[in-house]
Nanobody, 124 residues
């Protein structure tokens, strides 16, 4: 069973930065895609960024140029570097993993395993 644990969330002022981490454990050898998603109350879960086993990355339009997804295979850890944060980036951020080959790594419906999330709050 795959387990995903996010960390690194917190409160930051507009224009600030945070780095989220997601530690993966369990049967991860066949993992193909991992991704970051976010959700606010009353809204659907939104794709933030995805990365496949070859290191190819995809980003949601609202975060392109500001966020960077990366993965350390040796540590089984996924990262999300978030720069130039804005209040609209406030949300619970989740990491997810799938063994499937995805046409769109930022589509949350394609992922199987999910972490419990970490809160990011951007305010002055």
């Amino acid at each position: 069973q795959v387990q995903l644990v996010e960390s690194g969330g917190g409160s930051v002022q507009p224009g600030g930065s945070l780095r989220l981490s997601c530690a993966a454990s369990g049967y991860t050898d066949s993992s193909y895609c991992m991704g970051w998603f976010r959700q606010t109350p009353g809204k659907e879960r939104e794709g933030v960024a995805g990365i496949d086993t070859d290191g190819n990355t995809s980003y949601g339009e609202s975060v392109k140029g500001r966020f960077t997804i990366s993965k350390d295979n040796g540590k089984n850890t996924l990262y999300l570097q978030m720069n130039s944060l804005q209040p609209e980036d406030s949300a619970i951020y989740y990491c997810a993993e799938t063994f499937a080959v995805l046409a769109d790594p930022t589509d949350p419906h394609e992922y199987t395993y999910w972490g419990r999330g970490t809160q990011v709050t951007v305010s002055s």
